[in-house]
């Protein structure tokens, strides 16, 4: 007569959390609840200032100078917009704003990914030197260069003109930096099978590692871009006609004659802002992917 084995259930046993692991908030309430409450109280402490400059610029600006500490001192009115507007040239200086910095971003990005190319799969004597000079250029402070770039101008005959404000600013070893880090990073097997298929240099860097860093070179573009929107010191500086100037150039000019106007300078600051709100809002997925993915908004 056979014995029969008894049988053996298997019992599961509680996953243990690994050592090390992140905080998950699924697991409990309180968490959820502590994180939301963290982040809330940060939105609400980033968009008090920018919430107070609205209320500032729709008042009068006696209601503005009255005593008081609520932001909302009497009706709303529309006038420091009225006036900033009569007094400047807005829509031409928002032109000349949108495009020097879409040709700054386009020529930057360009010459930049080629430096970084050049950098990460050149092979050609003084290249360690060259980078070296490109990485120590990052820490030369911009406020440097401007008299050695003004006379740059005055000898080429370019002051009031839109190259005297664009090609200074085309110059980012930072960018250049960045990408070719991000270009170590790209296997070169692809690279090689592309060239025995008989694609040339120019052709593996176009067809091969630009779509393989999009993520990097979106990056790059936007954080440049909004850069040469918000210059104000060099085209400050390089222009002098009024068609020329740019809009946080131009909003700058517009001053009244009775001191400091604080709904008109709060007013000219939004007005400034609003394309940059714009920009933020149609591509805030790829702003948000890029910077998540690529890491840039900690450098």
Do not use: C
Request: charged fraction near 15%.
């Amino acid at each position: 007569m056979s014995a029969t084995a008894p049988t053996v259930r298997s019992r599961r046993l509680p996953r243990r959390a690994a050592t090390g692991s992140p905080l998950l908030l699924r697991h409990g309430r309180l968490p959820r609840v502590l994180a939301g409450t963290v982040l809330a109280v940060l939105a609400a402490v980033w968009l008090l200032p920018l919430l107070w400059a609205v209320a500032t610029s729709v008042q009068s600006e006696q209601d503005v100078a009255s005593p008081g500490l609520s932001p909302f001192k009497g009706p709303f009115t529309a006038e420091a917009f009225r006036r900033i507007l009569d007094r400047g040239n807005v829509t031409l200086w928002a032109f000349n704003s949108l495009l020097i910095a879409g040709l700054v971003t386009v020529i930057t990005v360009t010459v930049s990914a080629l430096a970084a190319y050049g950098f990460s799969r050149g092979v050609f004597r003084g290249r360690r030197a060259l980078l070296g000079v490109t990485v120590a250029a990052i820490m030369v402070p911009p406020q440097l260069l401007v008299v050695p770039l003004f006379e740059q101008m005055l000898l080429f005959n370019l002051v009031d003109t839109y190259a005297a404000v664009i090609l200074p600013q085309v110059v980012a070893p930072m960018m250049v930096f960045i990408l070719k880090r991000f270009f170590d990073g790209i296997p070169r097997e692809l690279e090689d099978a592309a060239r025995i298929d008989g694609a040339s240099e120019f052709r593996v860097f176009r067809s091969i590692v630009l779509p393989l860093s999009r993520p990097i070179v979106a990056a790059v573009a936007i954080f440049v871009f909004i850069g040469a929107w918000n210059n104000f010191m060099w085209p400050f500086i390089v222009t002098n006609d009024p068609d020329l100037m740019t809009l946080p150039v131009g909003l700058a000019t517009v001053k009244d004659a009775f001191g400091i106007q604080y709904a008109q300078s709060m007013a000219s600051a939004l007005l400034a802002a609003l394309p940059l709100i714009g920009v933020f809002l149609l591509f805030q997925r790829r702003i948000v992917d890029s910077v998540a993915t690529t890491g840039l908004g900690g450098s």
